[in-house]
Nanobody, 123 residues
Framework: QVQLVESGGGLVQAGGSLRLSCAASGRTFSSNTMGWFRQAPGKEREFVALGSWYSGWTRYADSVKGRFTISRDNAENTVYLQMNSLKPEDTAVYYC????????????????WGQGTQVTVSS
């Protein structure tokens, strides 16, 4: 099992930036892909971005493409989500997740989840 702890959320004005971190511990070698998901109030959780732990391949939701960047520091077992040009509609709880599968955007295929970090973007 992989333990994940997110940090870096907060309140920011529209147009601003935040960087989320996800520190992984435990059986990190079993996680091929790391993903970021988010859940806004009253909405279902949705895919945001993912990255391969080993190959560097990435994928993004259309709503964040060009604004968000996922990256990793293998030595620190940490995955980051750099969020630029934030919009009020980006307001949500952001979750980090891990899966042994390759580059899947399906929430059900992620076996480990962090507790989430709140991101609030004011207009």
């Amino acid at each position: 099992q992989v333990q994940l702890v997110e940090s870096g959320g907060g309140l920011v004005q529209a147009g601003g930036s935040l960087r989320l971190s996800c520190a992984a511990s435990g059986r990190t070698f079993s996680s091929n892909t790391m993903g970021w998901f988010r859940q806004a109030p009253g909405k279902e959780r949705e895919f945001v971005a993912l990255g391969s732990w080993y190959s560097g391949w990435t994928r993004y939701a259309d709503s964040v493409k060009g604004r968000f960047t996922i990256s990793r520091d293998n030595a620190e077992n940490t995955v980051y989500l750099q969020m630029n040009s934030l919009k009020p509609e980006d307001t949500a709880v952001y979750y980090c997740a891990a899966t042994p599968l390759k580059l899947t955007m399906k929430e059900a295929e992620y076996h480990s989840w962090g507790q989430g970090t709140q991101v609030t973007v004011s207009s």
